[in-house]
């Protein structure tokens, strides 16, 4: 590494939130006035696959270039099994992440639930935005506030750093839902570092944005009672759901440890 992307590199965890705030507002841009309707979602979905693919041509050739040691982080995606085992997992991990938040702010202020109603209409618009909160969004964001900022530095310790820096920015480009968006972006960032793979961490996201729009279809239908609050926003899903995201959790990694142990296999056989 040459002088100059030695003295780069302590900025890139800044530059690369510059940068998701900038693509992560601009494609937001098209749905940000009253009542979207279809259209501006759809370009909103547009905006933000060129956003994503600029994204990963500057993940994948640039950056490599100034900072050799980003390479450790290659794009390869996982086997579909990976996929399917981690998006099981994601449920788990969203109903963890409410009750965690629930009783941290708990502990410093008094919080007043109401049950969770959804009419119909507010469901299709859930159900018209949950098209780019699970497909586009998770990979946007991941690549910009995990991929882009930590995969510069070689030590683990400094991931770990950058990680909790990326996780508080991203907290605050969510606003309203801040402890609930820092606790997940710590999540996926300690993904990100432990498995090397970018795409680990996009799973869960949209697994767990996915879990969230099925939920709300569950309220709608009135098969349970669920509680939430506005500030911070946390939704605790009820007894039933939290059986049933273990039961997908327990076979998502069955899946996990059975695809790793015939991956070990495969590695012995060609030793």
Not at 78 to 88: F, H, N, S, T, Y
Not at 91 to 120: C, R
């Amino acid at each position: 590494m040459n002088k100059a992307a030695s003295l780069f590199k302590p900025l890139m965890p800044i530059l690369s939130a510059v940068y998701g705030f900038v693509v992560i507002y601009v494609t937001a841009l098209p749905v940000s006035g009253d009542n979207p309707t279809f259209w501006d979602e759809f370009l909103t979905w547009l905006i933000t696959l060129a956003a994503i693919a600029l994204t990963l041509f500057l993940v994948h050739r640039v950056e490599p270039k100034v900072f050799p040691t980003a390479k450790q982080f290659p794009l390869k995606l996982p086997k579909i099994a990976v996929i399917v085992g981690l998006l099981l997992i994601a449920p788990l991990w969203l109903v963890a992440e409410e009750y965690i938040v629930y009783g941290v702010t708990s502990l410093v202020s008094t919080i007043q639930l109401k049950p969770l109603t959804y009419t119909t209409a507010e469901l299709k618009e859930d159900l018209l935005s949950s098209v780019h909160a699970v497909l586009l969004a998770p990979i946007l964001e991941e690549l910009c506030f995990r991929q882009m900022a930590i995969s510069p530095f070689r030590r683990r310790g400094a991931q770990i750093v950058v990680c909790v820096v990326m996780a508080v920015l991203f907290g605050m480009l969510h606003v309203r839902n801040f402890p609930g968006a820092f606790i997940s972006a710590m999540f996926y960032g300690l993904v990100f570092i432990w498995s090397r793979n970018i795409w680990y961490s996009v799973t869960l996201h949209a697994g767990s944005n996915l879990a969230a729009t099925l939920l709300a279809v569950y309220c709608w239908l009135q098969l349970g009672d669920m509680q939430m609050t506005s500030i911070p926003v946390i939704i605790l899903p009820d007894l039933k759901v939290i059986i049933a995201s273990l039961v997908l959790a327990i076979a998502g990694i069955f899946i996990l440890k059975k695809q790793l142990i015939k991956s070990n296999i495969n590695k012995n056989d060609t030793l």
